[in-house]
């Protein structure tokens, strides 16, 4: 085989290998609003009710449209059946607009690789880095509720 042959041959080669890992890398990052998000219940308060039936194991993603922004979160069960939620953003990675995805029985961040257990989710964070943003929530008649103001008060991470 001549030299030009050869160097062509090598040159596919890199390229075939450089396709699949960007593809790669890019479906270990996709963003979870890829994830079609689940249409929200407002109560005549106007807050956000899902019933808890429709919550399990699985990771389910919602959106709030404020004025075309949505934002985003999402609701799960632990192994004990207790539902924990948050923001679909990070406290402080949030900027990077990358969210969260479950593996398994945790939720790992797209931005920075951390990764939470499921059944520790729902509480504020403490200092020290990257967190599932809090989203209060409470739980009655059959339905997870959610006021509109907490939110509202999120917004700015989904801007």
């Known amino acids: 085989m001549n030299k030009n042959i050869r160097l062509a041959l090598?040159?596919?080669?890199?390229?075939?290998?450089?396709?699949?890992?960007?593809?790669?890398?890019?479906?270990?990052?996709?963003?979870?609003s890829a994830t079609p998000p689940q249409q929200i219940i407002a109560s005549q308060s106007g807050d956000v009710l899902i019933p808890i039936g429709n919550i399990t194991t699985t990771t389910t993603y919602y959106t709030y449209?404020?004025?075309?922004?949505?934002?985003?979160?999402?609701?799960?069960k632990d192994g004990q059946g207790t539902v924990r939620g948050a923001l679909d953003a990070c406290d402080v990675c949030y900027a990077a607009k990358k969210g969260y995805r479950q593996i398994g029985d945790r939720m790992h961040c797209l931005n920075c690789g951390?990764?939470?257990?499921?059944?520790?989710l729902g509480t504020e964070n403490t200092p020290g880095g990257c967190w599932p943003s809090y989203l209060p929530m409470t739980t009655t008649n059959g339905n997870v509720s959610i006021r509109t103001a907490d939110l509202l008060a999120k917004q700015f991470m989904f801007e």
């Open 10 to 32: 090598l040159a596919g080669i890199i390229m075939i290998c450089l396709v699949g890992v960007y593809t790669i890398m890019t479906m270990l990052h996709t963003p979870t």
């Open 65 to 76: 449209d404020s004025g075309g922004v949505a934002i985003r979160y999402f609701l799960v």
């Open 114 to 120: 951390r990764e939470f257990a499921i059944s520790s």
